[in-house]
C-alpha cells in the first residue's frame, strides 16, 4: 500500500489498466500471412446438425444453409484477412452450399469445388478415400504464391487437427510437400 501512494496518478493508473485490461487474444488468422500455409476453414455458422433426410450435392434446398450470421461471419472472415494484407487466395470448398457460400463470401478469389473436402459425416463419402485424396490433392500445391484455404467440414479438419472448429474456425497448417500438414495454430470465428 505505500508503494502505491509514492506513484504519480498517471502512472498507478497505466499500471491498473496493464493488469485489469484483458489481453488481446488472436484469432490466430495471422499465421496464413507466411508462405506456404494451409487455412482449412470449417463452413461458417450454418444451424442444425448433420444434413436431413434427402440431403443432396448441388440442391441446396435439401441441405443445412448459412444463416445471416453465417454469410456475415464468413464475409467477416474475409475481411479480416485482407486486413492481415491476404488480396487473394486460392480457394477450394466442399460441395455443400454452406462450404461453397462460406468461400464465395469470403471475396478473396473464386472458389473451386473440390470434393476431397467433402464431409464424411453421416457417410456421405467413405473417410480414408476421402482424405486419401485430399493428401494427394496437398502434396502438389506449392508454398509460393497466395495462400491457400480450404473451406470444409469439422470432422476433415480433425483428421489433420484433431479438434473440434466451431464453425467459422478452423486450423493453419503449413505444407511439407508429401500432402502432410504441419500444424501450427488454430483460428478462432471472427466476429
Same mark, same amino acid.
Given at each position: 500500500?505505500?508503494?502505491?501512494?509514492?506513484?504519480? %496518478?498517471?502512472?498507478?493508473?497505466?499500471?491498473?489498466?496493464?493488469?485489469?485490461?484483458?489481453?488481446?487474444?488472436?484469432? @490466430?488468422?495471422?499465421?496464413?500471412?507466411?508462405?506456404?500455409?494451409?487455412?482449412?476453414?470449417? +463452413?461458417?455458422?450454418?444451424?442444425?446438425?448433420?444434413?436431413? %433426410?434427402?440431403?443432396?450435392?448441388?440442391?441446396?434446398?435439401?441441405?443445412?444453409?448459412?444463416?445471416?450470421?453465417?454469410?456475415?461471419?464468413?464475409?467477416?472472415?474475409?475481411?479480416?484477412?485482407?486486413?492481415?494484407?491476404?488480396?487473394?487466395?486460392?480457394?477450394?470448398?466442399?460441395?455443400?452450399?454452406?462450404?461453397?457460400?462460406?468461400?464465395?463470401?469470403?471475396?478473396?478469389?473464386?472458389?473451386?469445388?473440390? %470434393?476431397?473436402?467433402?464431409?464424411?459425416?453421416?457417410? +456421405?463419402?467413405?473417410?480414408?478415400?476421402?482424405?486419401?485424396?485430399?493428401?494427394?490433392?496437398?502434396?502438389?500445391?506449392?508454398?509460393?504464391?497466395? %495462400?491457400?484455404?480450404?473451406?470444409?467440414?469439422?470432422?476433415?479438419?480433425?483428421?489433420?487437427?484433431?479438434?473440434?472448429?466451431?464453425?467459422?474456425?478452423?486450423?493453419?497448417?503449413?505444407?511439407?510437400?508429401? @500432402?502432410?500438414?504441419?500444424?501450427?495454430?488454430?483460428?478462432?470465428?471472427?466476429?
Amino acid at each position: 500500500m505505500r508503494f502505491a501512494r509514492t506513484l504519480s %496518478p498517471r502512472l498507478a493508473a497505466t499500471i491498473c489498466l496493464t493488469v485489469t485490461a484483458p489481453a488481446f487474444a488472436s484469432d @490466430g488468422l495471422e499465421a496464413l500471412a507466411q508462405p506456404g500455409r494451409v487455412l482449412m476453414l470449417r +463452413h461458417a455458422n450454418a444451424p442444425g446438425y448433420g444434413d436431413p %433426410p434427402g440431403f443432396r450435392i448441388g440442391d441446396c434446398r435439401t441441405q443445412r444453409n448459412l444463416d445471416e450470421r453465417g454469410r456475415a461471419q464468413a464475409r467477416a472472415t474475409g475481411e479480416r484477412l485482407r486486413a492481415l494484407g491476404i488480396r487473394e487466395a486460392r480457394v477450394y470448398s466442399s460441395q455443400w452450399c454452406r462450404a461453397l457460400e462460406t468461400g464465395r463470401l469470403l471475396g478473396l478469389g473464386e472458389e473451386r469445388e473440390l %470434393p476431397a473436402l467433402n464431409s464424411f459425416f453421416q457417410g +456421405h463419402a467413405e473417410r480414408e478415400s476421402t482424405l486419401a485424396t485430399l493428401r494427394d490433392f496437398l502434396a502438389w500445391q506449392t508454398a509460393d504464391g497466395p %495462400p491457400l484455404i480450404l473451406v470444409t467440414h469439422q470432422v476433415v479438419i480433425n483428421a489433420f487437427a484433431e479438434e473440434v472448429p466451431a464453425s467459422g474456425g478452423g486450423s493453419i497448417f503449413e505444407l511439407d510437400g508429401t @500432402g502432410g500438414l504441419r500444424w501450427i495454430t488454430a483460428t478462432r470465428p471472427v466476429r
